[in-house]
């Protein structure tokens, strides 16, 4: 059932006044009776359709996912060439719920499994929320356009041509039903019982679905099928080709901001059989780590940022040890890819296909872990990574990111005890993304 059509039904229910019995003798009158319903409850409440119609997530007003691997964002990015889509995992999967099952949401819950090296296993879950949603969902009148009027006349002339398939459809209920409480409401809207008045076209048409779609012929199914086919009047109608553009423009001069939290286990490899003399390993957890991210995005910048706290250990017989990690992310689109402007007159130019231009971003990320147990000589900062990276992103939902990241470890030199970083720069990496 669309949504105006679940809202009238919500709308009816709730009103106030008094329902009447009524018995129609038979399905003309009772269908006459119910045109006058639904054309009543179309004028009564179109304009308080119309206030609460849009809705962000269902029209794509979103925060871009293109931003550093933190908790928000690692779980809709497919990373290819370089790296799998976990990092450090050697293969891997993860799974938004709410978009894998269609679930229109102000966010996301996560779910994801990895192999890792030394046949380790990473399980790990996170959630983001759209902080836009507390802004509550945009108007017509936010989006620079005017909601349709109801036409009272074309909705009447509209439900008049299914006159005939009300009837025929009717018609076979009365002789596929018999009668009973179960069955009194759809024998009521056909006028052959005495029942509540109807609450609208759409939801009739429902009900007489339910009790005979098992017992009608080929050509009874098209009848019934029409009644289906009937949708209530929505008050984006008349602007529905201007709307891709009209949303594009109302999230990306607003301030859109997401918050994510998320964890992970990850577990040492289950050993079997023989027992040698180094202790083997049942399946113990190896690392436990938490972590809170941000990101923001407003035109064409993009800032994202996330901490976290992880307690691991390298193997069985290794201590314990708990870690701090950081991580930023900054982007701009600084030329288009296309012969249309990333800018005109200070604003976006004319998106006919509601789609940003394609674009060259280029961006920075900065990363880093501080050991905080152990030894006091073995706290303190353990890596850093920096990084820099040009995106060529050629829609809403496909990118390629050529970078270059500059990678320091700790390490220790065992003849004198001495530790300092070891600075590596790898000579390419390319990301495919594929941004949701």
Known sequence: MSFACALFATIALSATEERTAYRFNGPEKAFEALVAETTRLHTAYFDKIAAAYLKPREQGIGTSALAAPTAITVAKRVQAAIKTSQDGAEAGVSVALLRLFDIPASGDVQLSVAALEGSATQLGASASYDLGALEGPPRFQDLGLKACPYDLQDDRQRLEKLRSSYVIVCEQLIKALPSSAETAGARGYC?????????????????????????????????LQAL??????????????????????????????????????TTLPLHFGFEPDTPLSKGEWKAVDARASYSLRVKYVELSASAGWSRSRDDLASPLRSTLDAAA??????????????????????????????????????AGKWAVSGPASQQGPTSFDVGVHVDLRFTSELAVRLGVPLHGELATRESDGQSGFVWSVPTFVTTVLELK
């Not at 048409?205 to 009874?220: E, G, N, P």
């Not at 689109?333 to 007159?345: D, G, K, Q």
């Not at 604003?347 to 006919?352: C, E, G, I, M, V």
């Open 228 to 265: 289906l086919d009937y949708r209530d009047p929505v008050p984006d109608a008349c602007v529905k080709d201007q709307l891709p553009e009209a949303l594009l423009r109302f999230g990306w001069t607003r301030f859109t901001q997401q918050v994510g939290a998320g964890g992970s286990v």
């Open 329 to 366: 992310s900054a982007s701009i689109a600084v030329l288009s890819l296309s012969p249309m402007p990333l800018y005109e007159n200070g604003t976006l130019p004319s998106l006919p296909d509601g789609e940003l231009p394609p674009r060259l971003v280029i961006g920075m990320d900065l």
């Open 191 to 223: 006028g052959y019982e005495e029942g509540s008045q109807p609450l609208s076209f759409s939801t009739a048409a429902v009900t007489l679905q339910r009790h005979v779609s098992d017992s009608i012929s080929a050509a009874q199914r098209s009848e």
